[in-house]
Every structure is written in C-alpha cells, then in structure tokens.
C-alpha cells in the first residue's frame, strides 16, 4: 500500500510526503474515525461530520456544529493533507489549540467575538442538541476565494492565510470541486503554510503583528487575545473546522518534529 501510493505521487509529479517515510504517518485511514474525536459517538451525537469516498466530510445544516479534533496532541508538527470545497463554503485547520466553547447566546451581547469571550465565562453545563462550538486556536484558513464573502474582507482572509493576521503571498487554489495540498509546519512559534506546492505563508505566533490583529479581532484584554497572546507553544490536538458547509479532507498525515 506505502509503496503503492509512493509510486502514484511520483507519477502525478505531487508534492505530498509518502506514509511511513522520513517519519510521516498517516491520521486518517479513508474509512473510519480512528485517531479522531468522533463526535458522532457523544451525547447527544454530533452530525456535522462524515466519512465519504475516502474523506473526512463536514457536512452542511448540522444541527451542532463543531469541529473535528486529532485524539493525539502535538507540539512541533508538519502536517500534509488535500482538501476541497463547495461553491462559496468557509472551512480551516486549527492549531495551537487553546481553548474550545460552544457559543452562547445572550440579548445583551453583540458581535459573534463579544458571544465567543462571554461564552468562555459562562459556559453551558452540558452539551447542547442543537449550536455552534467555536475553537480558539490559529487558523490555516480554506475556502472559495471566488464566492465567499469572507475572501472579500481581505487578503488574510483568503486560503492559505494564516486568518486574520497574515495572508497569502499568492492565490494559487485550484478550481473549486478541485482537491488542494497544503502543508502545515509549526516550530516554536515560527509557522509556514503551504498551498499546492508554494510557501503562502511565513510568519511568528507571538510576532507584535500577530499580537495587534488578536487584539484588533478579540478586544485588548479578553479571555480569547490572552489565550493567544500569551506563550502559545505547547501540546496541543489539531482540528478540522465545519463552518457550516461542506468540506472534503483526505491523505492525512503529520510527522513530529520534536
């Protein structure tokens, strides 16, 4: 099978690092949940993610919608998967985890990041039927550059940005309905985003622009800018976002580089 997919990756002329070489190992095996959180065994079970055609699949309408998360943490990682989506739909990869909610909701509080810093003071005591869980953590943002309105808010909110703080030097996404590659390395607080083969992204975690843009999103200290301002390098799960469309992640693999 290793050898098999190696060979096809050097026909296709891709990028992406063969399972069980150089330290890869596969995360995802294209038929089942092992190694992940599977929310579809909670109570009340979760409905916002799939196995289709040899993908991890967030699904569109879910009644809860929340993200998809490694069981293992990870502290100094490259990570390679391919992704697509649908016409106009928002999805990402979290990382540096730091924290995960599910949105409250309250008459007297506006704006989705003022919900997301009341909600982390005033958590629901169980896990709800129906809602949104919101991940703080950084974001290698995917999506429909072409269709969704949040690409038109600027460049760190196009694919392969690091979101909201630093976007991509170049848009070299394929077509939508088109599989992308993309790559993940975190080392200390240094990252790079891949995207079919180009680095988008460079950048530094506790950087002072990184620190101005939480802030600028999050409000000067709020529960979420001092998750994410403070130290942020440690152990921490990887999760696959549902922002509410549908989403293909397939050929998983991380290798650790601590």
Same mark, same amino acid.
């Given at each position: 099978?290793?050898?098999?997919?190696?060979?096809?990756?050097?026909?296709?002329? *891709?990028?992406?690092?063969?399972?069980g070489q150089?330290?890869?190992?596969?995360?995802?095996?294209?038929?089942?949940? *092992?190694?992940?959180?599977?929310?579809?065994?909670?109570?009340?079970?979760? &409905?916002?993610?799939?196995? /289709?055609?040899?993908?991890?699949?967030? =699904?569109?309408?879910?009644?809860?919608?929340?993200?998809l998360f490694?069981? &293992?943490?990870?502290?100094?990682?490259?990570?390679?998967?391919?992704?697509?989506?649908?016409?106009?739909? =928002?999805?990402?990869?979290? #990382?540096? $985890?730091? /924290?995960?909610?599910?949105?409250?909701?309250?008459?007297?509080?506006?704006?989705?990041?003022?919900?997301?810093? #009341?909600?982390?003071?005033?958590?629901? *005591?169980?896990? %709800?039927?129906?809602?949104?869980? #919101?991940?703080?953590?950084?974001?290698?943002?995917?999506?429909?550059?072409?269709?969704?309105?949040?690409?038109?808010?600027?460049?760190?909110?196009?694919?392969?940005?690091?979101?909201?703080?630093?976007?991509?030097?170049? /848009?070299?996404?394929?077509?939508?309905?088109?599989?992308?590659?993309?790559?993940?390395?975190?080392?200390?607080?240094?990252?790079?985003?891949?995207?079919?083969?180009?680095?988008?992204?460079?950048? &530094?975690?506790?950087?002072?622009?990184?620190?101005e843009r939480?802030?600028?999103?999050?409000?000067?200290?709020? %529960?979420?800018? $001092?998750?994410?301002?403070?130290?942020?390098?440690?152990?921490?799960?990887?999760?696959?976002?549902?922002?509410?469309?549908?989403?293909?992640?397939?050929?998983?693999?991380?290798?650790?580089?601590?």
């Amino acid at each position: 099978m290793k050898l098999a997919w190696c060979v096809l990756v050097v026909a296709l002329g *891709a990028s992406l690092p063969c399972p069980g070489q150089s330290g890869w190992v596969a995360i995802f095996d294209g038929k089942t949940m *092992a190694g992940w959180d599977d929310p579809r065994q909670k109570v009340p079970p979760g &409905d916002g993610w799939t196995i /289709d055609d040899g993908c991890l699949k967030a =699904n569109a309408g879910a009644y809860i919608t929340e993200d998809l998360f490694t069981k &293992d943490v990870f502290r100094d990682f490259e990570l390679a998967w391919e992704w697509k989506v649908g016409p106009g739909v =928002n999805s990402g990869v979290k #990382y540096r $985890i730091q /924290d995960r909610v599910f949105v409250a909701q309250h008459t007297a509080v506006r704006g989705f990041e003022a919900l997301v810093n #009341y909600s982390t003071q005033n958590r629901p *005591a169980a896990r %709800p039927d129906h809602g949104q869980e #919101y991940v703080v953590g950084f974001e290698y943002q995917i999506l429909d550059n072409t269709r969704n309105s949040d690409a038109k808010a600027g460049i760190s909110h196009q694919a392969g940005a690091l979101y909201d703080i630093v976007g991509p030097s170049k /848009d070299v996404t394929r077509p939508v309905g088109e599989f992308n590659e993309s790559r993940l390395v975190v080392k200390g607080n240094h990252v790079e985003h891949w995207l079919n083969g180009e680095k988008v992204v460079e950048t &530094d975690l506790d950087s002072a622009l990184a620190a101005e843009r939480i802030a600028r999103r999050w409000g000067v200290g709020t %529960p979420v800018t $001092i998750d994410l301002t403070k130290q942020p390098r440690k152990e921490c799960p990887i999760s696959l976002q549902n922002h509410g469309g549908d989403t293909w992640f397939r050929n998983i693999r991380i290798r650790r580089l601590d």
